[in-house]
C-alpha cells in the first residue's frame, strides 16, 4: 500500500477568532487566514516576503556605514513596511467575528510588536532619551516572528514542544541538579586559587562544560579536577540528545495521528486506517 504525504493538521482560526458568515468581510478572511485558495496563498507569500525584507533592512540599518549613506532610503524602507503591516493588522481585525480574542493571542500581540516602534518613535519623540535606539532596532526584528503564522510546520513544532513541556520540564531540572552538584564539587576541589572563586563561578564552569561550549576562562589544574572536567564532558555529549529525543518521539506520534484517522471500514469493520488509504488494509474492501 502506498502512503502519500501526511496532511497538516486542521486549521482552527475559524474558531478561535470566529468565522464571518458572508459578505466582504468572508472574503477577506479567506485571504488572510485561508491559504489553500490561490488568492490566500498568494497573500501568505507577499507576507513572507515583506517579512524577510524587512528583517534586512533592519540588519542593514544596524551598520553604522550602512546607516549613515543610506538613512533615508532605510527610513523609507521602514515606513513603507510599517504601513503594509498596519493595514495587515487591521485587515485581520475588521474580518474576524472576536478582535479582541486575536488581539489577545501570541499572533495578535505579535503583529503589534511589528508595528510599535516605529509609531512609537513619531508619536514620543522623547523616547530616543529615555531608550536607545537600538531597543527600538530590536522590537522590529520581532517582525520574524510573524513567519510563524504562514509555515505550518511552526504549529507543527509550538505543538509537540507544548506536548513534550512536562518531560524537558523533568530533564532540565536534572540538568541543573547536575550543574549545581558539579559546580559546587569543582569549588571545594580547585578552590579560589584556580579561578573557582565562589559556588556560582562553579556551576557557570559545569554549564559550559556540559554543553560542550568550554570558553576556557576558568579551567581545572589538580587531577582530580580534570577528572571530574573529563566526566562532565562526557556527560554532557549524551545530555545534548536528550532533548531531542523528546521532540522527536512527540513529532512521530503526532504524525501518526495526522496519518490514521478513525475509518471504519464497513465490510469488515476495521478501525484506524491512513487518511489516504482507498481499500481496507484487512479484507480489501473500497473504504
Known amino acids: 500500500m502506498q502512503i502519500t504525504e501526511t496532511p497538516p493538521p486542521p486549521n482552527q482560526d475559524a474558531e478561535r477568532y470566529g468565522r464571518p458568515s458572508g459578505g466582504w468581510r468572508l472574503r477577506l478572511y479567506s485571504v488572510i487566514f485561508e491559504s489553500d485558495t490561490p488568492a490566500g496563498r498568494a497573500f501568505d507569500l507577499l507576507l513572507i516576503g515583506l517579512i524577510v525584507a524587512s528583517v534586512v533592512a533592519v540588519a542593514l540599518d544596524s551598520v553604522a556605514s550602512i546607516h549613515a549613506e543610506h538613512r533615508p532610503l532605510l527610513r523609507g524602507c521602514e515606513w513603507f513596511f510599517t504601513?503594509?503591516?498596519?493595514?495587515?493588522?487591521?485587515?485581520?481585525?475588521?474580518?474576524?467575528?472576536?478582535?479582541?480574542?486575536y488581539m489577545r493571542s501570541v499572533?495578535?500581540?505579535?503583529?503589534?510588536?511589528?508595528?510599535?516602534?516605529?509609531?512609537?518613535?513619531?508619536?514620543?519623540?522623547?523616547?530616543?532619551?529615555?531608550?536607545?535606539?537600538?531597543?527600538?532596532?530590536l522590537l522590529?526584528?520581532?517582525?520574524?516572528?510573524?513567519?510563524?503564522?504562514?509555515?505550518?510546520?511552526?504549529?507543527?513544532?509550538?505543538?509537540?514542544?507544548?506536548?513534550?513541556?512536562r518531560k524537558i520540564a523533568v530533564f532540565m531540572s536534572f540538568v541543573l541538579l547536575v550543574v549545581v552538584v558539579m559546580g559546587t564539587l569543582m569549588y571545594v576541589v580547585e578552590g579560589p586559587a584556580h579561578g573557582f572563586t565562589s559556588i556560582?563561578?562553579?556551576?557557570?564552569?559545569?554549564?559550559?562544560?556540559?554543553?560542550?561550549?568550554?570558553?576556557g576562562d576558568i579551567a581545572p589544574k589538580t587531577a582530580i579536577g580534570r577528572g571530574i572536567a573529563s566526566a562532565m564532558m562526557l556527560l554532557g555529549w549524551g545530555t545534548l540528545a536528550v532533548p531531542t529525543g523528546i521532540v522527536s518521539s512527540e513529532f512521530t506520534a503526532r504524525h501518526a495521528r495526522w496519518a490514521v484517522g478513525a475509518r471504519r471500514c464497513p465490510a469488515c469493520g476495521s478501525e484506524e486506517h491512513l487518511v489516504s488509504a482507498r481499500f481496507c488494509g484487512d479484507c480489501g474492501a473500497l473504504l
Do not use: H, N
Not at 556560582?200 to 570558553?215: C, D, K, N, S
Open 140 to 165: 522590529r526584528i520581532f517582525r520574524i516572528l510573524k513567519l510563524s503564522q504562514y509555515v505550518a510546520e511552526y504549529s507543527a513544532l509550538g505543538e509537540a514542544l507544548a506536548a513534550s513541556r
Open 107 to 137: 499572533f495578535g500581540v505579535i503583529d503589534l510588536l511589528a508595528l510599535l516602534p516605529t509609531y512609537v518613535a513619531v508619536l514620543v519623540p522623547g523616547v530616543y532619551a529615555l531608550v536607545d535606539v537600538r531597543v527600538l532596532r
Open 200 to 215: 556560582p563561578v562553579g556551576v557557570y564552569w559545569a554549564i559550559t562544560t556540559m554543553t560542550t561550549v568550554g570558553f
Open 83 to 101: 504601513l503594509a503591516f498596519t493595514v495587515e493588522y487591521f485587515c485581520r481585525l475588521v474580518c474576524v467575528d472576536r478582535p479582541a480574542r
